[in-house]
């Protein structure tokens, strides 16, 4: 008894045949569950993540090319003697500010306040603006005092969201 081997009986229903059991066309099944099993299984690439970026919450820095023109005339009129310097000691470093003060200083020496007010007033001709990273601005300017021109170039760059000049060389 031991060495016997168990025949298996299958009984099919009325209506299938062997030939209806092994055709490709009909989708298999396992019991009651329906599951359809397919030779090679389709792959769906998986989409990647989106990428997340932080966004600023607060204000935007104002244009670099707007802002440093406003600045320019600023430092042009405070160095030409028609605006106190005072007034840059929030958009100025303080290594540009002490040096300012020390060109204002000696402009109030050499010329008096009839002299300065009967030339003509500074005039800015031209702003050019580089961004070299993202919170830096390079910025070279054309101004022009009377029949002189004067070269300035300033660096600007991002403190507390707003932009501040930390260099200044003037020509």
């Known amino acids: 008894m031991r060495n016997r081997k168990l025949a298996t009986v299958s009984t099919l229903p009325a209506t299938e045949t062997a030939s209806t059991r092994i055709h490709p ?3 298999m099944t396992q019991g009651a569950l329906a599951l359809h099993y397919q030779e090679e299984p389709e792959l769906h690439p998986i989409p990647a993540p989106p990428v997340l970026r932080l966004v600023p919450t607060g204000p935007t820095l104002p244009d670099a090319q707007a802002w440093a023109t406003r600045l320019v005339q600023a430092v042009a009129e405070v160095l030409a003697g028609d605006r106190p310097i005072g007034q840059l000691i929030r958009f100025t470093d303080t290594s540009v500010f002490t040096d300012l003060n020390r ?5 109030g020496l050499t010329t008096t306040a009839t002299a300065r007010s ?10 050019h603006v580089s961004l070299p990273a993202t919170e830096v ?10 029949d002189r021109s004067r070269a ?8 507390r969201n707003r932009w501040i000049c930390t260099a200044l060389e003037l020509g």
């Open 137 to 146: 601005a390079e910025v070279c300017a054309h101004v022009r005092y009377g």
């Open 118 to 127: 009967t030339k003509e007033r500074s005039a800015v001709r031209s702003v």
């Open 103 to 107: 060109r204002v200083r000696v402009l």
């Open 25 to 27: 066309a009909t989708p």
């Open 152 to 159: 300035m170039a300033l660096r600007l760059e991002v403190h």
